[in-house]
DNA sequence: GAATAATATCCCCATATGGGCATATGTCAA
DNA sequence: TTGACATATGCCCATATGGGGATATTATTC
């Protein structure tokens, strides 16, 4: 075995600082490929890559028009996203104190003063 | 230049479905390495390296309790994730129209239809 | 049809890293 | 001190993949 293929979900996509700046940009509205590269400040031939990956996870979508292609949000890839992030957020508050962030930060402190440890 | 180091953000430690089962069983409470590895399914020192990883994002603490080491989720750690999305999402309902989504659906469905294109 | 523009692909490279395995490190009990 | 248990590390391998450059593909215009 050897590195796990993960591109095919859309946490692992959004797991890209260059395929975060384009959603970031096609937030924004419909844009083109080249619009894309020259405000990520990269090749377009890798953008085009990243468009890509975008489109399988369904985080993106496009349409044609004329020689240019308009690369917009598909909503329902982000669905996912927010779900997970949602319910897992929701389990957490539902069993941890609120108290708790703040008495292990002191914990953690003391903790590592007294032992050396790095922090 | 070769593939980008990512794990250093939170996202792309997200982006790993172990890594998630992980957090999402972290969610339920403090828990052992051993615990975590026997829910996830995986040799425990493959859990201590996600771990690790899960630390170095602070998107998890732990303590040690005897000879074993307490993990819990690190609320902190997930903010940015959240902020992202909830930016990324009002930029787009700020962007997109509502009816936007069932347009381009209906739309992208004919264009297909009509080119033979693969959907 | 030829030339040009916009994208997508293909090929190649370098490396990050998930996973497996053995071992080191640390802690407690007898 | 010795032994057992809990974790963390180091080493190695296989591969996914980000990035670069050139080329194929498709559409537009003259």
């Known amino acids: ?19 975060r700046a384009v959603l970031n940009k096609l937030a924004t509205g419909e844009t083109t490929v080249k619009a894309l590269a020259e405000h990520v400040n990269c090749p377009q ?8 990956v975008l489109r399988e996870v369904e985080l993106v ?11 917009r ?3 329902a890839g982000i669905t996912p996203l927010q779900t997970w992030l949602t319910e897992l957020t929701t389990a957490i508050n539902q069993h941890y104190d609120r108290l708790d962030d703040y008495i292990q930060t002191l914990k953690a402190d003391g903790d590592a003063v ?5 922090r």
């Open 61 to 71: 979508r496009c349409r044609s028009v004329g020689r240019t292609r308009l690369y």
């Open 1 to 19: 075995m050897a590195r796990a293929a993960t591109t095919t979900d859309a946490f692992n996509a959004v797991g890209d600082p260059t395929r």
């Open 73 to 75: 949000i598909d909503r």
């Open 45 to 52: 031939s890798l953008v085009s890559k990243h468009l890509k």
């Open 114 to 118: 007294r032992k050396g440890e790095p």
